[in-house]
């Protein structure tokens, strides 16, 4: 699906007139946006936060990276009107009597801190249950700062930010998605509300770029975390549960946090793909099934392959998972690959893969080499 493609809303959506507020909810369909299947980079999970905002009178900044969709409550007022579930800002105003407007270039912001560094390749603005109060327009910046900059220095003078996302009109009760095409790494955003309004929730997609220096101080380290630039290539079953889930950081602490796929009723088996974050030796794995009790996966095996077109190779045979367990196994040789399938059998679920070891002396140089190609 191209850019082009992606479809957009402008205007406001019909008040409210009670029953599911959801149901003229404007989104791009079934098939979803064409980034959709990529890491949220702005996941508290993976640290993210709203670091500053420029005003947030009626609903706090923070609601802005909340996991959940925004919830509606048509009775939930407080003492400075309507609480929303999101960030909106107060009604902005011009200068005088004679200039009541604010100005074409007013406008409310937020600096937003990405949980991983990383290529950003699409991002949505969700303004659910914002139907007359939505921005008219927002704008997307992003700049890569070392270390953990403060919201002053974010905004200083010497920061340069990129343009991602230009202004551009959106429509309230929407999910408007926008493809982005900047071949860069960036570390923070700073989202624009032209004038001002409210934006209940914000994803930013795309790929974990780590810090190799970083990862060489580890030595060793889990080669497949989203937060060290693994990610999830395909898996043959989403119905329950995104596959990314089980590259996510921590242990998993209630059943949906895992992977779950639906009940087979053929003699196949469930799989996912990963690509590690490079070329590296595994030595220790960790299969965890938890909060899987009654659905976890029966058995479990893992291959490894050297490249995208190389052959697998079985590296952890056929073995039995239990319910609610961390299964850990120290390999009898390193496997040196780049790409790890873990096969479930016949069907049911995990909860993490960890897959410790190290970037071999050239799965270093190629991560470094594109850490400097794309700015970092």
Same mark, same amino acid.
């Given at each position: 699906?191209?850019?082009?493609?992606?479809?957009?809303?402008?205007?406001?959506?019909?008040?409210?007139?009670?029953?599911?507020?959801?149901?003229?909810?404007?989104?791009?369909?079934?098939?979803?946006? +064409?980034?959709?299947?990529?890491? *949220?980079? $702005?996941?508290? %999970? &993976? =640290? #993210?936060?709203? !670091?500053?905002a420029?005003?947030?009178?009626?609903?706090?900044?923070?609601?802005?990276?909340?996991?959940?969709?925004?919830?509606?409550?048509?009775?939930?007022?407080?003492?400075?009107?309507?609480?929303?579930?999101?960030?909106?800002?107060r009604?902005?105003?011009?200068?005088?009597?004679e200039?009541?407007? +604010?100005?074409?270039?007013?406008? *409310?912001? $937020?600096?937003? %801190? &990405? =949980? #991983?560094?990383? !290529?950003?390749?699409g991002?949505?603005?969700?303004?659910?249950?914002?139907?007359?109060?939505?921005?008219?327009?927002?704008?997307?910046?992003?700049?890569?700062?070392?270390?953990?900059?403060?919201?002053?220095?974010?905004?200083?003078?010497?920061?340069?930010?990129?343009?991602?996302v230009?202004?551009?009109?959106?429509?309230?009760?929407?999910?408007?998605?926008?493809?982005?095409?900047?071949?860069?790494?960036?570390?923070?955003?700073?989202?624009?509300?032209?004038?001002?309004?409210?934006?209940?929730?914000?994803?930013?997609?795309?790929?974990?770029?780590?810090?190799?220096?970083?990862?060489?101080?580890?030595?060793?380290?889990?080669?497949?975390?989203?937060?060290?630039?693994?990610?999830?290539?395909?898996?043959?079953?989403?119905?329950?549960?995104?596959?990314?889930?089980?590259?996510?950081p921590?242990?998993?602490?209630?059943?949906?946090?895992?992977?779950?796929?639906?009940?087979?009723?053929?003699?196949?088996?469930?799989?996912?793909?990963?690509?590690?974050?490079?070329?590296a030796?595994?030595?220790?794995?960790?299969?965890?099934?938890?909060?899987?009790?009654?659905?976890?996966?029966?058995?479990?095996?893992?291959?490894?392959?050297?490249g995208?077109?190389?052959?697998?190779?079985?590296?952890?045979?056929?073995?039995?998972?239990?319910?609610?367990?961390?299964?850990?196994?120290?390999?009898?040789?390193?496997?040196?690959?780049?790409?790890?399938?873990?096969?479930?059998?016949?069907?049911?679920?995990?909860?993490?893969?960890?897959?410790?070891?190290?970037?071999?002396?050239?799965?270093?140089?190629?991560?470094t080499?594109?850490?400097?190609?794309?700015?970092?």
């Open positions: 699906m191209s850019a082009s493609s992606i479809p957009s809303f402008t205007g406001d959506a019909s008040p409210y007139g009670g029953g599911d507020p959801y149901a003229d909810y404007r989104t791009p369909g079934p098939s979803g946006f +064409p980034f959709a299947h990529l890491a *949220d980079l $702005a996941d508290r %999970r &993976l =640290g #993210a936060g709203v !670091v500053a420029g005003d947030e009178f009626f609903a706090e900044r923070e609601n802005l990276l909340k996991p959940e969709p925004a919830e509606f409550d048509p009775e939930h007022f407080g003492h400075k009107g309507k609480i929303m579930d999101g960030w909106e800002t009604r902005r105003r011009g200068v005088s009597a200039q009541p407007h +604010p100005a074409d270039d007013d406008h *409310d912001w $937020a600096l937003v %801190r &990405l =949980g #991983a560094p990383g !290529v950003v390749r991002i949505v603005v969700d303004t659910a249950h914002f139907r007359g109060n939505y921005p008219q327009a927002v704008s997307i910046e992003g700049t890569s700062v070392a270390g953990s900059p403060s919201p002053a220095e974010l905004l200083g003078d010497d920061v340069k930010w990129t343009t991602l230009p202004r551009t009109a959106v429509g309230g009760h929407a999910a408007n998605g926008f493809a982005v095409d900047v071949e860069q790494r960036f570390t923070h955003l700073r989202v624009n509300q032209h004038p001002d309004g409210g934006i209940a929730r914000l994803r930013v997609h795309g790929e974990v770029v780590p810090d190799p220096a970083w990862l060489g101080a580890l030595g060793t380290f889990d080669l497949v975390a989203l937060e060290n630039g693994g990610q999830v290539e395909d898996a043959s079953d989403r119905f329950y549960s995104p596959a990314t889930n089980t590259i996510q921590g242990r998993s602490r209630k059943m949906d946090d895992g992977w779950e796929t639906r009940r087979r009723r053929d003699k196949g088996n469930d799989w996912i793909r990963y690509q590690m974050v490079g070329q030796e595994i030595r220790a794995v960790e299969i965890d099934t938890a909060y899987l009790k009654g659905n976890s996966a029966g058995w479990a095996a893992l291959s490894v392959r050297d995208a077109e190389g052959e697998w190779r079985e590296v952890l045979p056929r073995t039995r998972m239990q319910p609610d367990t961390n299964h850990r196994f120290v390999l009898d040789a390193p496997a040196v690959g780049t790409h790890v399938r873990i096969d479930i059998y016949p069907d049911g679920g995990i909860s993490r893969l960890r897959l410790f070891g190290s970037l071999t002396e050239q799965g270093a140089a190629r991560l080499a594109r850490h400097q190609e794309l700015g970092g």
